[in-house]
């Protein structure tokens, strides 16, 4: 098989840090693209999802693309393959495969095609409204054919595919060479880009926006979900932050519990409760990133959540917590407040927060547990 001239306007280039928003709009249309390919003509489809709750968001339009095309391909991360529709083939992905963290969406026939390839950054932006809107990938889109075709036959490489689907994309790729490539292709990525660039551009806007009116009304719990007395976000913050989290983006949990915190009240009053609990705060605060929160769950717990970070930096800030936590008895209130704190790194959906909880119980300085 001979591989066609490829174009060198690939848009944008690689490199280009994506947000979420602007990606489920570029797959949406290029999934578009695919609709409106001539009924009967051969046509490739290869989208890899990371996960299958992300695919079964989008089962309704992978049906209708699977009714008019040659190949329908899906990739997942799994272990047991999934109940797909009709049509829809399946290729399962390791934890630990390269492939494990693209997403993409690669359309082909001989009048045309289109591609997005992005790969997961495992980072947040801090601005987004949940950690599942703030997730950010690097990488390309192009809706030129040659594009479209080099990726197909990337991924055909890559994919440990059965012979059956190998010998149905080489079927459509045999009848993509027959046809010249399209002329003036490159002219639609003009006003693509200029709709991505808004979109990206709106979804920042929109962050920015919702992180001002968060902070000018953090007095008001029931809207900004900040506990009263200390500022620290509660637990109904962490459950809108989190909601609809897909297993793709690791999650480090540091869960510190400060016994006696809670009695300060009763022995010294309450500017000595606040002090201690804005003390405890402050010994986080400066160890960890703006994307990352802090939660206070209950009188003496305090979880802090790290997206994106990896076991061993996750252990080395509950040693760091737990001796600053320790060290508060050399200012106001002057009262000793060991803290026990315990940890893990998930991409379990919802997060283990319970599992913690009843960990710490135990008394124990540090413990992770088993990453998911």
Known sequence: MTVPLLSADMAP???????KR???????????FALAAEPGAPLLVIALFQRLSYFEREVSVYT????????TLVGLVGDVPPQLPAGVRQVLLDEGDELAREWSVTVLSPSGGATLVAVDQ?????????????????G????????AYREALRLRAQLRLPAETTEAIDEVLEAVLAVPEPRQQDRWNVPLRFLAERVDAAGRERGELQARLDSAVAHLDDVAERDARTGLHTEKFLARWTAGLG????????????PGVSAL????????????????????????????RVVRLG??????VLPSWTESDVLALCDRVCARVGALDQQYPFVALPAVAVATVSREQPLPVDRLVAQVGGGRRVSLLLAT
């Open 122 to 138: 495992e980072s947040v932006d801090p601005h987004a409204r949940t950690l599942e809107e703030g997730r950010r990938f690097r």
């Open 13 to 19: 280039r690689d490199g280009t840090t994506f947000g």
């Open 140 to 147: 390309h889109w192009s809706f030129v054919r040659a594009d």
């Open 22 to 32: 602007v990606l489920v709009e570029l797959s949406h249309a290029i999934e578009r």
């Open 64 to 71: 209708d693309i699977a009714a008019r095309s040659s190949v």
């Open 299 to 304: 009188a003496e717990d305090f979880l802090v």
């Open 265 to 292: 009240r009763a022995k010294y009053g309450l500017r000595a409760e606040v002090a201690a609990l804005q003390a405890v705060n402050g010994c986080v605060q400066e160890l960890i990133t703006p994307s990352d």
């Open 247 to 258: 297993a793709g983006l690791p999650v480090g949990l540091v869960l510190v519990r400060v």
